[in-house]
């Protein structure tokens, strides 16, 4: 193992930029307060929005490769220090990179601020360069079982630029969209599997149950291929996938000790929310109805991953102990209040527009509540002293 270690006085003079967590997680989720509140104005007849394109593919598109996009970068950029031993990015480049992520975000909302193509070009390039840093630091010391996530933030570019090229073509963009989200959906069931059982038999003693060959290649194996039946004329083919990586991924759940996981909300709060991956899996299976099941994948799915290992990581990682503030308590289940009334606003039309506001006000009540707690936390430094 390499020491990353480094003189106190070495270290660049913000907090804020020593180590890939700190600006992404700040920088998502204050993103996450303002789209939200951008969009739930727009719905409401409040704001007039204009950004880049229309303010439908905005929203998606945003809320996956902005916000979301921001959370995998910085939790990667952070786990590879500890995957590697090689320094994570920090400092002038950390800052640079951010700055990469941070300038489309803004450019994009409004039509007359920068021209279309600069603005697209800036936001392409920001998984290509993230897929450098990661993959150099894993080449370097030759880890090759992590070098699978390079591929997967390339093809995260590969549906961006689809998104792009299908402004034009409604459809296309939205199978752009919903690419991306399965992508990160592997993502996350990827690094899902790997903590949540870890944590749980950690934090509580559960004997974590031995993996399964045939359950892990089923869900690995379903998941991509949905994404793939989405190009193709195929809806039952699609609809049949989704059932196969429903099912296959919630009985891989099922054995990582969610039961042990009920009275430790750091617990609860990742093995709720990466429940919600199959339940939206199983209801594009089981109904058909693609947005529906999106909407369960992505507010509670990604929206409650995000927000519990946000609230982690940002402890572990500045030498804090893993005990979270009463607040976050509330706000781990506001997220999951906010994938319900989601779902449900789509089943209920008589309704749907006060559960979608419903929707959105739990949303910014929980992000905001780790906003004021968190940002102090992620601007200061290591309690210990340490580098990061």
Known sequence: MLNIDEPANKQFPLALFRLGFRPFFLGASLFGLLSLLLWGALLSGQVPLTPHANPLWWHGHEMLFGFTGAVIAGFLLTAVQNW????????????????LWLAPRLLLLDAGIAPFTLVMLLDLAFFPVTALLLGLAVIRVKQWRNLVFVPLLLLLFGANLLSYLGLEQPGLAQKALQAAALLVILLVALLGGRVIPFFTERATGFNRKALTPLLEALSFASLPLMLISLFLPYPWLTQALALLAGVSLLLRWARWGWRASLKVPLLWSLHLSYLCIPIG??????????????????????????????????????????QIAWPMIPAFGLILLAAILRVTAAIVPQVSQILLMGAILCWLMAFATFVLLYAPILCRARLDGRPG
Do not use: D, E, N, Y
């Open 281 to 322: 899996l199983l209801i594009i299976g089981v109904s058909g109805q693609m947005m529906l099941g999106f909407h369960a994948l992505t507010v509670g799915g990604m929206g409650g991953m995000i927000l519990a290992m946000m609230a982690r990581v940002s402890l572990g990682h500045s030498g804090r102990p893993l």
């Open 84 to 99: 590697t031993g090689v320094p994570g990015i920090r400092g002038w480049p950390l800052l640079l990179l951010w700055c």
